[in-house]
Every structure is written in C-alpha cells, then in structure tokens.
C-alpha cells in the first residue's frame, strides 16, 4: 500500500511527528468486519494487529493519520510506575487492585519490547535509568510513600543519592529498566506488520454516527459505510457523550526540545515531585541531540498555553545552558477521577463496543496493555484485568470528591463563559495569527484573523455539550474547557469527543 506524507494542521508539531504519514485511501470491502477500530494511536494499532494476527478481519479509521493525537505528541517515555502512585492505588482498589495495576503496566511495558523484537523496529528504543527526586520536605515524604508502595507491588527501586540534573534536590530515587522510543517510528512499524498481514486502514476518515441492528455495528465515516460484528474505540475518549466525559479531565501537558551550548546532556529519565511537575530526558532527533524539558501540564482551555511554554523555558534556561529551543509542542491526555485507566465494555453502549481512556499521563503502557485486553475481550477470551479496569465500575466514595469537583467545574464554564463574553462593534482590533471569542450585534462569534488579514468566525459553542470554546493561541485551535474537544481555525475537529466541527458563520452573516 502506498504511503504518502501529510502535514499536521492546526496544531504545533512534535519532533515526532514530522514522519507521520497517510496510507492510500481505500474503499472499505462489502463485508461484514470481525472488529473496526476507531483512533490509529498506540491503543488502535496495538489492537489492531494483535487481532489480525489472531485471525479476525479487521478495519481501522483514522480522522487524521497515524500518530496525529496523543501517541504523537507523547514525551515517550515507558515506564514500570505510573502517575497514580501505587499507595494511591491500593487506597482506592485495594492490595490486589494496586498489585493489578503493576502488573497491567509492566505487560504494557514488556508488549512494546517483544513487538519491537518481533517485527525488527527500529524506533530509537534506549533502556534507561529513571529518577524522581524531591527538592523539599513535604516532597520526600511523597517520595518515600512512592518507594514504599512500588516496593510493595515489586517495582524495582532504590534510593539513590546522585541524579543527573543540575537541580539541588533533598532526596531521590532510582528506577532501574525505564526506556524511551521514537512513537511513530513505533506506530509506523506496526502499520507494516498490520498491513502485511491484511488489515486495512482509512485515513482522513471520521467516524459519525454507529447503528446497530441484529448485533451488527452500521458505521457512517464520510462516503464510507462499515459493518463489523464489535467496535473499539481507541480515540483516548469514546465520542459524543457519555458516562465517561463525566468520570475523566482533560489535561494538556508542555514540551520544548532545547539544544545546550555543552554539549553535555543527562542520561536518564528524570522527573521532579513538584505540582505541576516537569521532566527531562535526552533524545537524538535527525542526528542532533536535543534535550526534551516537559510538564507544566493544565487542565484544557484553563490556562494560557503562551504562559506554560514562557514558563517552561524559563525553567529550561534556568537549570541548563540552553542555546536555542529547536520544537515546542503540547499533547492532551485524561485523568481519571479514580486514578485508573477504563478499558473494557463501553456503559450503556450497544454490546461488541469497546472503549480505552483515562491514561493519565501514561499512555505507552496503559495504550499497550489497553490493546490486549480489548483484543481478548473481542476474541472472547476475556481478560484478568476487566473487573479492574470496568468502564462501567462503581465506586462510590474513592474518587467521589474528585468527581464532584471536576464536574462542578464543567458547570462553572458551561455558565461562566457565556456570561464573560464581551460585547464589541468592531473585529479590526484582532491581530493577524489572534482569536478571540466576543459578541457582535447580540450573536456569540469564535473570531479568528489570519495572517492574510481574513477573519474566520465560528459559532463558539461545542458540538459535543454546548460549552463555550476558548482560543489556544500557541496551538492555533479553539478549545472546549469542559470536556477537551479541539477544533481548527475552520472549525474542523482536530480532536474528539465531538464528532461533528464547529457551525461556521456564512460571508452574509459574518
């Protein structure tokens, strides 16, 4: 199948990314598909393969190409713990819940090393040490609640008194076995795998709407009609709305890649205990070594982007001898309101749906892992970890004051936002390469002045619950605050869960 290149509007590119690309288009068969995967990130491909290998007829659509939304714009790193600590997991599921979940991210973990083995990656994969250090005392009792509850999952771990990183810390640890990867590189040798063994791929093809009669899936994607017996969705949020939208936030999270005037970089995967937290590690892009320098994550259409990239390069500069920032990119991921993942039959969904969300900001592993477990339940196998990882689970009092919380502050905005708009008679003071959501003659415009001078206005109201977006001036992309649907300057989707763009304003009207 030919590959051709396409380009990422819309969005700032990761280093990563600029080896995305699209496979030919192709008219799906006239049959019906033991499984259509919807999303071609990590989850999807994993997934995907994993199913056409096992014997099932399988189908993937893409609204963009491979490697466009999370899995391309992941720092990439893999590792055996998680950002929901393991003390924290077994708070709210117990010995055996937070024992579970050590042992879902490192099958997730091992999955990626035996595919690189199998299908002869190569995907810049580097085992690394990775080292978390505290900088005060509230830190290293953090610190020490993480070295008891990875030591008492198995996690391999040691305190450690030399970390290489030029921050003055008061205690850290060390996490033998880490690595880190090139993702697309990653996803593209799956692809191969995938297509060799008869999988097909539609790319720039959204899926809109999914009927089901007589336990077949009837799919809408643009001109394309797909039947399957069972659907994934791998889109790292199930579209339209569901009982998902209210259990998990959206998160962006910063990344610069820096070049040093030294010449000396860290070897490692290097993390501090600060709230919001940043990262570094050291990767060889297109034969340069650059540092990666990451975090200062928010939640989605909150906080200013510019601001978190200023303040990112602030750090950078205050810590390393930086002489020049070569990328600069942000990614979204979901926080759980529980602290783990949801994998597995989607709630109140037709039967054969399945769904995947709520990685936090540990997707290479919880994507891997996520891959099999669907794959199993598809096949009928089913798995050890669907009790554990139930979309549909219940818990009434962890995570309940989280869950309030989050969806107090989705009512806030739905609200709030509509009130703070403010009314102008005129656009002319909108800057080229600006938006702005304001109020003109009594309507609600998303306004945006391109760099030609051209004003590109949009109802702001998202198609997926009717909150009001906000512009992302670094991304150039409108953003839902509520629950993390993304649009471009046309209004197109970039991500979901909306499924539908936002409603331009004609010439007549604008």
């Known amino acids: 199948m030919t590959l051709i290149n396409l380009k990422r509007d819309g969005t700032r590119n990761s280093p990563w990314q600029s080896l995305s690309s699209s496979a030919a288009r192709v008219r799906p068969e006239d049959k019906i598909y033991d499984c259509l995967i919807v999303g071609?990130?990590?989850?999807?491909?994993?997934?995907?393969?994993?199913?056409?290998?096992?014997?099932?007829?399988?189908?993937?659509?893409?609204?963009?190409?491979?490697?466009?939304?999370?899995?391309?714009?992941?720092?990439?790193?893999?590792?055996?713990?998680a950002d929901t600590t393991y003390s924290e997991a077994e708070s709210a599921f117990g010995e055996e819940g937070a024992q579970g979940f050590a042992d879902a991210i490192n099958e997730g973990f091992e999955l990626i090393k035996t595919n690189i083995d199998i299908y002869g990656i190569k995907c810049d994969y580097e085992p690394k040490t990775g080292y978390l250090y505290a900088?005060?005392?509230?830190?290293?009792?953090?610190?020490?609640?993480?070295?008891?509850?990875?030591?008492?999952?198995g996690v391999p771990v040691k305190y450690t008194d030399e970390v290489p990183t030029p921050v003055p810390f008061q205690k850290a640890l060390a996490f033998d076995g880490q690595a880190q990867f090139h993702p697309i590189k990653y996803l593209k040798g799956l692809l191969k795998a995938y297509l060799e063994a008869g999988g097909t791929l539609l790319e720039n093809t959204l899926v809109e709407k999914i009927v089901t009669e007589d336990e077949i899936h009837n799919v809408q994607a643009g001109e394309n009609k797909i039947r399957a017996k069972n659907v994934i969705y791998a889109t790292h949020m199930p579209p339209n709305i569901n009982v998902l939208n209210f259990e998990c936030a959206p998160y962006r999270s910063y990344v610069l890649a820096v070049k040093l005037h030294s010449g000396k970089y860290p070897d490692g995967l290097i993390y501090d205990c600060q709230e919001p937290y940043h990262y570094v590690r050291t990767h060889v892009i297109d034969g340069q070594k650059l540092l990666l320098i990451g975090g200062l994550d928010h939640k989605t259409g909150h906080e200013e982007p510019e601001k978190a990239f200023g303040d990112l390069e602030k750090y950078a500069r205050k810590y390393y001898n930086v002489s020049s920032v070569k990328y600069r990119w942000s990614s979204q991921y979901y926080v759980p309101v529980d602290g783990l993942p949801y994998i597995g039959r989607m709630p109140l969904a037709a039967n054969g749906i399945y769904c995947a969300t709520g990685y936090n900001g540990n997707g290479m592993m919880l994507g891997s892992v996520a891959a099999q477990i669907l794959a199993d339940l598809v096949s009928g196998k089913g798995s050890k970890y669907e009790k554990l990882f139930n979309p549909g689970r219940i818990k009434p009092i962890d995570g309940f004051?989280?869950?309030?919380?989050?969806?107090?502050?989705?009512?806030?905005?739905?609200v709030a936002d509509r009130l703070n708009i403010k009314s102008t008679d005129s656009l002319n003071r909108l800057k080229p390469g600006t938006g702005k959501v304001v109020e003109v003659d009594g309507n609600k415009i998303a306004a945006y002045r391109?760099?030609?001078?051209?004003?590109?206005?949009?109802?702001?109201?998202?198609?997926?619950?009717?909150?009001?977006?906000?512009?992302?001036?670094?991304?150039?992309?409108?953003?839902?605050?509520?629950?993390?649907?993304?649009?471009?300057?046309?209004?197109?989707?970039?991500?979901?869960?909306?499924?539908?763009?936002?409603?331009?304003?004609?010439?007549?009207?604008?």
């Open 401 to 414: 004051s989280e869950f309030v919380k989050e969806n107090a502050d989705v009512a806030y905005h739905f």
């Open 40 to 81: 071609a990130g990590i989850t999807g491909m994993t997934a995907a393969l994993l199913l056409q290998k096992a014997g099932k007829a399988t189908i993937i659509t893409e609204a963009h190409n491979i490697g466009f939304g999370t899995t391309g714009g992941t720092s990439a790193h893999i590792n055996t713990f």
């Open 135 to 153: 900088e005060n005392e509230d830190e290293v009792k953090m610190l020490d609640d993480i070295y008891q509850g990875a030591t008492k999952v």
């Open 450 to 510: 391109d760099d030609d001078g051209t004003i590109h206005v949009l109802n702001p109201v998202c198609t997926h619950a009717a909150c009001i977006v906000s512009w992302n001036s670094e991304e150039k992309s409108w953003d839902c605050p509520c629950h993390g649907a993304r649009y471009d300057i046309d209004g197109n989707v970039l991500t979901g869960p909306a499924t539908k763009g936002l409603t331009r304003i004609s010439d007549d009207e604008n």
